[in-house]
């Protein structure tokens, strides 16, 4: 069983709040995996300092999460409906995650199936798999966030206990996301770039090596909103189709708009 007491030196009143939030869900019965700061700290002991929890749900759930915790007197804000939500209080939250924000890495029964089991605060709890941490952090590449880092640690902890077949299933058609990934973990740490299975780096080049060989598609598609909300708008209202939205990607143009709107003022 993995196990992190603390993450970042947590106060009193953040352990208590996430202790509250934890039993409330508890009682309700609505399955939960922990992600996020504490759930890297469980499988890399790599800590940082946070002022949140990620908890990872099903969207089917969301109701009865939500009613849980508002019987338990928190305040619960739906404050991105296509993938997450929040619980509040004072300079600490919960986000309650059901998929990501580019939509594509929905919480299904697998997130479950193959969860770790972990120790948090000194309660026994689930955490996400390190397939599906990897697969949902892989697309983070925003200006003021890019979770390369945490993919290069996680491979490096956990290499020889990742399912590279399921990790690879999840990827999909945006294999190449995976493989940049895998290519920074050998420049990250040449010594242990062995550690990724051969046959994995192989077949993800062969993939390469025939994709190279082929037509490019017809369609001007940009997929790098799946990678940032903002970088990338400059070429869809260039005339580029945008990857997220159907019936390439999950998302709504509403949710789209709503998600582009989100987007924090830059800094003077």
């Known amino acids: 069983m993995l196990s992190i007491s603390t993450c970042g030196e947590l106060d009193a009143d953040s352990t208590a ?6 039993a409330a869900l508890g009682a309700s019965g609505v399955p939960f995996l922990i992600g996020g700061a504490f759930a890297l700290a469980c499988y890399t002991r790599v800590e940082r ?4 929890l990620d908890l990872f749900i099903r969207r089917s759930d969301c109701g009865r999460a939500g009613a849980a915790l508002l019987q338990a007197g928190h305040e619960v804000v739906p404050v991105h409906p296509h993938w997450l939500a929040k619980v509040h209080r004072g300079e600490f939250f919960v986000d309650l995650i059901f998929a990501s924000g580019n939509g594509l890495c929905e919480v299904d029964d697998d997130w479950f199936r193959h969860a770790a ?4 605060l000194g309660l026994a709890v689930k955490i ?7 697969w949902s952090k892989a697309f983070i590449m925003e200006r ?3 979770d390369g880092a945490d993919i ?3 491979l490096q902890a956990c290499a020889e206990r990742i399912d590279w077949p399921r990790l690879l299933q999840r990827f999909g058609p945006h294999w190449r996301v995976l493989l940049s990934h895998l290519l920074l973990y050998g420049f990250v740490y040449p010594a242990e770039r062995a ?9 993800l080049l062969d993939r390469l090596r025939d994709e190279q060989a082929a037509e490019p598609p017809g369609e001007r598609v940009c997929q790098g909103t799946l990678l940032s909300r903002e970088q990338y708008l400059s070429d869809v209202q260039q005339g580029y189709r945008d990857a997220r939205l159907a019936p390439l990607g999950p998302m709504t143009a509403q949710e789209v708009a709503r998600w582009t709107d989100a987007i924090r003022p830059a800094a003077p």
Do not use: C
């Open 17 to 22: 709040f996430y202790r509250e939030v934890l």
């Open 49 to 52: 300092q946070t002022k949140d």
């Open 117 to 120: 089991d972990a120790r948090l």
């Open 128 to 134: 996400v798999p390190v397939e599906e941490s990897i």
């Open 144 to 146: 003021e966030r890019y």
């Open 152 to 154: 290069a640690h996680l």
């Open 195 to 203: 550690r990724v299975p051969g046959r994995v780096m192989q077949q």
